[in-house]
């Protein structure tokens, strides 16, 4: 699951990077785990990518899926610019 999660981060990194931003610009943080004891072997990983910063973070767990194979953990970020949080509270 370490290398699953590393390995989406990299991919999301990469896709931020094509439009210009980063993962210190990652307002929310969403995870699919199928096993909740390999989430907290994630965390160093998660620091990793967020050294800085701390987006908001969500986790579900997909319960007894029936599903022996597919990734262990699926990630999700969200970037919000600056001028749509304005736009939002104005």
């Given amino acids: 699951m370490v290398e699953q999660c590393r390995l989406a981060l990299e991919q999301g990194a990469e896709l931020l990077a094509e439009e210009g931003l980063a993962m210190r610009d990652v307002t929310h943080f969403a995870c699919?785990?199928?096993?909740?004891?390999?989430?907290?072997?994630?965390?160093?990983?998660?620091?990793?990518?967020?050294?800085?910063?701390?987006?908001?973070?969500?986790?579900?767990?997909?319960?007894?899926?029936g599903r022996n194979r597919g990734p262990a953990i699926t990630c999700s970020l969200s970037v919000q610019q600056a001028d749509e949080m304005e736009n939002a509270f104005a």
Wanted: hydrophobic share 40%.
């Fill in 32 to 65: 699919t785990i199928a096993d909740p004891d390999g989430l907290m072997s994630c965390l160093p990983v998660f620091r990793q990518f967020f050294p800085t910063t701390s987006p908001s973070m969500s986790f579900m767990w997909l319960k007894d899926t």
